[in-house]
């Protein structure tokens, strides 16, 4: 079974900080996707990555995934309001992880 | 911008009753899923249908779930004798290539 860890479970920060948000798993993932959910409302997909190692950028967020495609992390730089929302990781259709709820302060 | 609809937004139901959840996903699109997600937990896989047929399920989804789609454009998912156990919101999604990619608004089911 495949289990997926993303931490922290949650961050609150004020308005202009960074911040880095972490996808772990022990198995190895052909690719992998970078969701945003609000809540009441559906995730919404932001980025797939699928080579070891590659960088994505989407303006200010920042999508990696590691060399051995077992983990990811997405870095927000200058974290604005309108960032906050739970993210959430998955390698596709069958798991997600738990997601990190974010909370940017004005 | 397309999207995914789903009808109707929110559900409220006795036990034991049936309800149909109806979703219509992007029109050229040929993979649907369905997915809950109970309030504060993680979004769960329920269900994935191209060609026609069932092509995945995970163990939440046993008899009496089914998934049907009728005529072309809808995309429905009935919960046969709800339990309070199934209180949660349902999610639809569709993609184009098998990699799930838009989600539907959700349909939030309250069983009492």
């Known amino acids: 079974t495949q289990l997926l860890e993303q931490s922290p479970q949650f961050l609150s920060i004020q308005e202009g900080e960074n911040l880095t948000v972490y996808c772990n798993s022990s198995?190895?993932?052909?690719?992998l996707q970078w969701y945003r959910q609000e809540p009441g409302e559906g995730p919404v997909l932001l980025v797939t990555?699928?080579?070891?190692?590659e960088v994505k950028k989407l303006k200010r967020l920042t999508f990696q995934f590691g060399d051995a495609r077992k983990d990811s992390s997405l870095h927000i730089t200058a974290a604005q309001p309108g960032d906050t929302g739970l993210y959430l990781c998955g390698p596709g259709k069958l798991i997600f992880g738990q997601g990190t709820t974010l909370q940017v302060k004005p | 911008e397309p999207e995914v609809t789903q009808t109707p937004s929110h559900q409220v139901t006795q036990m034991g009753q049936e309800v149909i959840l109806r979703c219509v996903p992007i029109s050229n699109h040929l993979y649907f899923y369905w997915y809950r997600q109970i309030l504060g937990q993680k979004v769960e896989f329920l269900v994935s249908f191209y060609n026609n047929e069932i092509s995945e399920k995970s163990e939440i989804f046993d008899d009496q779930f089914s998934v049907e789609r009728p005529d072309g454009s809808n995309f429905t998912l009935k919960i046969r004798s709800t339990k309070l156990e199934d209180s949660a919101m349902y999610f639809c999604a569709s993609s184009e290539t098998g990699q799930v990619e838009f989600f539907g608004p959700g349909t939030r089911l309250t069983v009492l």
């Open positions: 198995s190895v993932f052909s690719s």
């Open positions: 990555v699928v080579t070891g190692g």
